[in-house]
């Protein structure tokens, strides 16, 4: 299995550092938007080898140019997004590969929440920065609902054993309104449970599975009747498709309070 370790920064965030099964030591450093808890990783003698951008926003890149001034890495990121660090453009089909690492990644287009956004599958693993979260889904800032919801699928399609590294530790919050949709999902209760457990632990919720998601998170589960009643109640309408599904159950969550 891969192994995958979690840098915190900001209030929030997960920078994830994915290291090399031929030598733990290196590491490629996903979507580093702070250098500074990147470097104290690597006072404990760990080594940057790469990095991997999902998307533009500063919070996800903030920390690329300082890290190549220490360490001229190769940088992977969307080629539809200006990503410092000279990054090699790449889109779906592309593929972004350390072979002296032993890694290799193939990409996704996955827009919507930025227009540009990609994700990196491999090894087991997707790196999907801010388009999937668990039990959630990430704005739709530049992009349509269509499109997020094409790109949500996209991911969900991914093997069920697919660990999900994102972006953000939003996980409690987006089971809570998980379960204002689907007040009955006995997973997404259990899942809240454990997550609440992890916290109080100061465990990260993160990383996922496709199975999981596939299970709580209602952005996954437009096709359901669950979902598409508690949708039509909020809109007080009838909703033809999944989209239109998507589109209220998002706006909901905009102005959720828990």
Request: contains cysteine; hydrophobic residues 40%.
């Amino acid at each position: 299995m891969l192994k995958v370790s979690a840098v915190r920064a900001f209030s929030d965030n997960y920078i994830w550092l994915i290291h090399s099964p031929r030598d733990a030591t290196q590491v490629v450093a996903v979507d580093p938007g702070d250098a500074r808890p990147v470097e104290a990783a690597f006072e404990q003698g760990l080594k940057l080898a790469g990095i991997l951008v999902t998307h533009r926003h500063a919070d996800h890149v903030g920390g690329v140019e300082q890290l190549i001034q220490r360490e001229p890495v190769p940088v992977f990121g969307p080629t539809a997004e200006k990503v410092p660090g000279r990054a090699r453009r790449v889109r779906e089909g592309d593929s972004a590969a350390f072979p002296n690492l032993g890694l290799e990644f193939s990409v996704l287009d996955i827009p919507g929440h930025t227009a540009g956004h990609i994700a990196f599958v491999g090894h087991g693993a997707v790196f999907c920065g801010d388009t999937l979260f668990s039990a959630g889904c990430g704005r739709v800032f530049e992009g349509t609902a269509e499109q997020m919801l094409a790109s949500l699928a996209k991911l969900a399609s991914l093997p069920e054993e697919t660990q999900v590294y994102c972006g953000h530790e939003y996980t409690i919050n987006n089971l809570k309104f998980a379960l204002a949709v689907e007040p009955d999902n006995v997973q997404s209760v259990e899942y809240l449970e454990e997550c609440r457990a992890r916290r109080t632990r100061d465990e990260a919720t993160v990383p996922s599975t496709i199975r999981r998601e596939r299970n709580v998170n209602p952005f996954l589960r437009c096709d359901r009747q669950s979902v598409k009643q508690a949708a039509e109640a909020k809109a007080g309408r009838r909703l033809q498709s999944d989209t239109e599904i998507f589109a209220v159950i998002r706006q909901w969550k905009d102005g959720f309070t828990s």
